[in-house]
């Protein structure tokens, strides 16, 4: 039981930035603690939260799912690392239904000859877009920039 809630997790925080390949590989999940909260209906995980599957590697100080409303919180310094993909944040919030995640407290978004800056970042996985908000600092090639907001296609790797 306890190995289908953390998939419902990998899977449902692997969506921040989905590609249309299959999860094929076994997950390798790590975390100082784990269990179910029966009085809220969320799964746990504490602690040095690791997750990697296939090529996405996340980590996080703790993480919440709600299998029921597909819906995950994860905080204390979120990485996810996905072939040239690096972002990082202080907390993301999952709306697995809606195929969102919401990401808060200072938001680092790398890819090769780019790195966008800011307060908090939208990302959609269906459109592959990702939308970024408050001081917002782009850096591509020697150039760099700002700007309130910013638009990024994560598949075509281009400014909107």
Not at 67 to 96: F, K, P
Not at 101 to 126: C, E, H, M
């Amino acid at each position: 039981m306890n190995h289908k809630i953390l998939l419902s997790l990998i899977l449902l925080l692997c969506l921040l930035i989905s590609t249309t390949t299959a999860f094929a590989a076994k997950p390798i999940i790590n975390a100082d603690n784990t269990y179910y909260d029966a009085n809220t209906g969320l799964y746990m995980l504490q602690g040095n939260v690791y997750i990697e599957v296939a090529n996405r590697i996340i980590t996080a100080g703790q993480a919440k799912v709600s299998l029921s409303s597909q819906e995950v919180w994860g905080s204390d310094d979120i990485t996810l690392t996905q072939g040239n993909i690096y972002l990082t944040a202080g907390s993301v919030y999952v709306y697995g239904s809606q195929k969102k995640a919401i990401l808060d407290g200072g938001v680092t978004f790398k890819q090769p000859n780019i790195t966008i800056i800011s307060d908090a970042a939208d990302f959609n996985w269906r459109t592959k877009l990702g939308v970024f908000n408050g001081h917002v600092q782009i850096t591509q090639g020697d150039d760099t920039w700002s700007a309130d907001s910013v638009t990024y296609n994560i598949e075509t790797s281009t400014l909107q």
